[in-house]
Nanobody
Framework: QLQLVESGGGLVQPGGSLRLSCATS????????IGWFRQAPGKEPEGVSC????????TYADSVKGRFTISRDNAKNTVYLQMNSLKPEDTAVYYC?????????????????WGQGTQVTVSS
């Protein structure tokens, strides 16, 4: 059974850091690109970052470039999102999702399997 399970969210002050994890099972992680998305209340889902199957290619939304870093450990079946210098506007539910291919896509429709999400709240 294919599963993606996010963890690591929480409440953090502005300027703080969090590391999100996406633990996967039921498929060979090394064959697929993985993306992180977020959705704030009342807003459309936003693509945050993506990493290719081997980790050699990464993409970031302009809003998080220089602050967030995506990485993966295929041996541990886990993808990470290190988030530094967090801002209140980063508050959202964060989801990881699997594409059908080894390269990243800019289309949300290409991510067919999703986790349940983890809440990140940035507030003083």
């Amino acid at each position: 059974q294919l599963q993606l399970v996010e963890s690591g969210g929480g409440l953090v002050q502005p300027g703080g850091s969090l590391r999100l994890s996406c633990a996967t099972s039921g498929f060979t992680l090394g064959y697929y690109a993985i993306g992180w998305f977020r959705q704030a209340p009342g807003k459309e889902p936003e693509g945050v970052s993506c990493i290719s199957s081997g980790g050699g290619s990464t993409t970031y939304a302009d809003s998080v470039k220089g602050r967030f870093t995506i990485s993966r450990d295929n041996a541990k079946n886990t993808v990470y999102l290190q988030m530094n210098s967090l801002k209140p506007e980063d508050t959202a539910v964060y989801y990881c999702a699997r594409t059908w291919a080894y390269v990243c896509s800019t289309r949300r429709a290409d991510f067919g399997s999703w986790g349940q999400g983890t809440q990140v709240t940035v507030s003083s």
